[in-house]
């Protein structure tokens, strides 16, 4: 079940607004998150990662190497305190259908919100979600038969499969240097299938999130 906390009724007629007489991009994504999350965005105004989580203490490299990316393609945090972004979908599974489900992120006392946001275009960097998986188990995100043959060699000699940490300097950042591809979000087009852009999940990746950004809020979940 679900309840609607508020709504902003206004008709959604364009994905940009007018700002000092300039048209500035708005982007409309969803995220999912626990209630204390926006509990504390509606009490403090703005909501960040101050702190490692589980995925970022468990995979620091990959989150690390993100976030020197985020600071190439869109600048520093606006606040020092800043660590990691925040994450949101841009499009859950495919154009038609770019909302992700309103479930709960877990079952448990605390129930969960489901936010509908926008965010200008220049604060958010878009991945490929299945490519960004591939970076989290430390692969090579696209074809490097040169680099493959090298990764095999190694695992050859040592007898067994190796962790991304556990090769040599020259092949470790020759896979990171593959990752490049989750920011090219025609990379499976080209690579695989003219059809991967109708059934491709991407992700978006922000410093903060402010109040007045949040468009609509839904609790669901526990008890709502």
Request: with cysteine; aromatic share 14%; glycine share 4%.
């Amino acid at each position: 079940m679900e309840r609607s906390i508020f709504r902003i009724c206004k008709k959604y007629k364009a994905n940009s607004v007018k700002n000092d007489n300039k048209e500035t991009a708005i982007m409309r994504l969803w995220t999912i998150q626990p209630e204390s999350f926006y509990q504390t965005l509606r009490e403090r105004g703005i909501i960040y990662c101050d702190r490692e989580g589980y995925w970022c203490k468990h995979n620091r490299l990959m989150y690390d190497w993100l976030v020197e990316q985020m600071r190439q393609r869109i600048g520093n945090p606006p606040l020092p305190q800043i660590r990691y972004p925040l994450w949101a979908w841009y499009q859950y599974h495919s154009r038609k259908k770019p909302r992700p489900p309103k479930t709960p992120l877990k079952k448990g006392d605390e129930c969960s919100v489901y936010l509908e946001i926008e965010i200008p275009d220049n604060e958010v960097v878009l991945t490929d979600f299945s490519l960004w998986v591939n970076c989290l188990n430390g692969w090579q995100t696209q074809t490097d038969r040169e680099l493959e043959h090298r990764i095999k060699n190694y695992e050859n000699k040592v007898g067994r499969y190796c962790h991304l940490n556990e090769y040599p300097e020259d092949i470790q950042q020759g896979i990171i240097k593959t990752w490049q591809s989750i920011f090219d979000l025609k990379f499976r087009d080209k690579n695989w299938s003219p059809w991967a852009w109708w059934n491709r999940s991407i992700q978006a990746t922000f410093w903060c999130l402010k109040i007045e950004q949040v468009v609509n809020v839904d609790f669901v979940g526990k008890d709502t």
